[in-house]
C-alpha cells in the first residue's frame, strides 16, 4: 500500500495545508511518498522531508509546473499512480482544480474535502453545505482524495526522508499562465491563522471595512476574513471570503463583525474554537454558536475593542 | 462557436435542509427545486456572450429526472436555444455525469463548455474537471472574468491568495465561480417564448457511459450541533471573557 500526496506550496514555502493533509494520508495507511511539483523549489522539497512519516519526497522540476497547472500536474501524476493506491491533496484551489483531472484519467471517483476517514474505503464528507455529512463507502481500487485541513491536525516536522528528483513532462500544454494578482501581505494566511477578524455586509463601505476590521487585526495579529455578502459589495477582495464556498477556517478565536450568520458563513467558521460575534441585531443567526456574543453598534463597539487589547 | 451549458435541479439553496431519520439521505420530498445557482452564472456568462457576439448557439443540457425539463426551460427562458434532457431516476455521480457530457460534446463539437463550479447538493466540485481530463481540454475553473477574443480564451480564476489569468488554447472548460455574473431574471415574454424552444429526450444508454455508481452512503447524519454561548454586556466584559479564556 502507498499513497502519493500533492504538496502545496508557492516555490518558496511548503503550506501548513500538506502536514495537515499528510495526516490524512498517514491515517488512510502504507507507506506515504510527497510529490512537490514546481519551478525552483528546492527549499520546499526539502522542507517537506522534515516532516514526520514520510517515505520520501518527490522532487519535480520544471518551467510548466511553476503554477501547478492542472493540465501539467495531469500529466505529470497519471503515469505516477502505477505504483500508488491513493492520491492526497489538499482541498484548496490548487487540490479542487487538479484531483479531479487526475480521478477522471484514473476511472475513479473522487472523495471531494473529506473530514475524516475510517479504513481504506470509507470516507466521511459534508454535503449540502455542511447541513449533512455523509459517510460513502468506495469501491474504486485506487483512491483520490481531497482533504479539508480544518479537519486534521498539521503532521509535525522530526522526519528525514530522501529528496529524488523526478523527470516531468514539459508539454506544452493547452492552458497557459498569463499573470496573477496575489496580495502580498505580512498576514497570517487565512486558512492557518491563529486568530481570524472577519467582516459582514454591516460594515458598509470598503472604506470603513478598512478603518474598523483592520485595526483590530493588525492588534491581534490576525488573518482577516469576510462574509459573501461584503466580498460581493466590494468591500474585500474576493480571497476573504469565508464560507461554504470560500475558504474554511478553524481558528482559535473567531471574531465576526456585522456579519449575520447566514448557514452559507456558518459552514465556513462553526468549528473555531472561540467565537466572538458584535452586531446590533440580537436576532442575528451569528449569536446561535457565538461563545460570546455583543449586541452593540459596531462602529462604537470594535474600536473599543480594538484600544482594549 | 457553440456553448455548452450543463445544468443540475437541486434543492433550492433557500431550504433549510432536513436529514431524514432512518440515515438514509436527506429529505427531497415536497421540497422547492431550482437551479443549482453556479450553473444558472454558468447560463448567463454564455447568454451575454452571445449578446456580445461571440457565441452563435447554446446548449443546455441536464442529467436527471423528467423535472429536470423545467431546470432546462429556466435557462432557454434566460436565452439559451435549445436542451437536451438525459432522463434518469438514478443519481449519477460527477464522474458518470462527465463521461455523458463527453459523449454530447463529441457529437455537438462546441467550442466552449461551461459549468458551474459546484452543486449545492453534494458540494463535490469535481464534473467540470473531470469533462476536462476525458476530452483532453484545456481548464479555467472557479472563474471570476471570461474573455473571448481571436483564437486562445482569457480566464480570471479566483484562487487562495487572490487571482490569476490563464490564456486557453482550442475548445476549453470553464467553471463558474460566484463573482462572474449576476444572473437575469427571465421575463414572461421569454418564458412563453422558451415553451417552444426544442428539448431532445435521451436516456443514458444512447450515451453508451458506465455510469454505475462507485460510492455508496453508509449514512448521512446531522452535523455538530454548536451550543449558544453568553450575550455579554460591553467592551470590557467581552476582554475580560478573552483574557479568562486565554483567547488573547
Known sequence: MAVLVIAEHDNATLSDATAKTLTAALAFGGDVDILVAGQGADDVAAQAATLSGVRKVLHADGAAYDKQLAEAMEALIVPMMDQYDALFAAASTMGKNVAPRIAARLDVMQLSDIIGLEGQDTFVRPIYAGNAIVTVKSSDAKKVVTVRGTAFEATAAGGNAAVETISAPEGPFKAAFVSEDVVESDRPELTAAKTVVSGGRALGSEAEFQRIVVPLADKLGAAIGASRAAVDAGYAPNDYQVGQTGKIVAPELYIAIGISGAIQHLAGMKDSKIIVAINKDEEAPIFQVADYGLVADLFNAVPELTDAL | ?248
Not at chain 2, 472563474?143 to 484562487?159: H, I, N, Y
Not at chain 2, 414572461?188 to 429526450?201: E, F, R, S, T, V
Open chain 2, 1 to 248: 462557436m457553440k456553448v455548452l451549458v450543463p445544468v443540475k435541479r437541486v434543492i433550492d439553496y433557500n431550504v433549510k435542509v432536513r436529514v431524514k431519520s432512518d440515515q438514509s439521505g436527506v429529505d427531497l420530498a415536497n421540497v422547492k427545486m431550482s437551479m443549482n445557482p453556479f450553473d444558472e452564472i454558468s447560463v448567463e456568462e454564455a447568454v451575454r456572450m452571445k449578446e456580445a457576439g461571440s457565441v452563435e448557439e447554446i446548449v443546455v443540457v441536464s442529467i436527471g429526472p423528467q423535472q429536470a425539463q423545467e431546470t432546462i426551460r429556466t435557462a432557454l427562458a434566460m436565452g439559451a436555444d435549445r436542451g437536451i434532457l438525459v432522463k434518469t431516476d438514478d443519481a449519477v455521480e460527477p464522474l458518470g455525469v462527465a463521461k455523458i457530457l463527453a459523449k454530447i460534446v463529441e457529437e455537438e463539437a462546441p467550442g466552449l463548455v461551461i459549468l458551474g463550479k459546484q452543486a449545492i447538493d453534494d458540494d463535490c466540485n469535481q464534473t467540470g474537471q473531470m469533462l476536462a481530463a476525458l476530452l483532453g481540454w484545456p481548464q479555467g475553473t472557479f472563474a471570476s472574468e471570461v474573455k473571448a477574443g481571436d483564437g486562445a480564451l482569457q480566464v480570471t480564476r479566483e484562487v487562495d491568495g487572490g487571482l490569476q489569468t490563464l490564456a486557453l488554447d482550442g475548445p476549453a472548460i470553464v467553471t463558474t465561480d460566484l463573482r462572474l455574473n449576476e444572473p437575469r431574471y427571465a421575463s414572461l415574454p421569454n418564458i412563453m417564448k422558451a415553451k417552444k424552444k426544442p428539448i431532445d429526450m435521451k436516456s443514458p444508454e444512447d450515451y453508451g457511459a458506465d455510469i454505475a455508481p462507485r460510492l455508496t452512503v453508509v449514512k448521512v447524519t446531522e452535523p455538530p450541533v454548536r451550543e449558544a454561548g453568553e450575550k455579554v454586556e460591553d467592551v470590557t466584559t467581552l476582554v475580560e471573557k478573552l483574557k479568562t479564556a486565554g483567547a488573547v
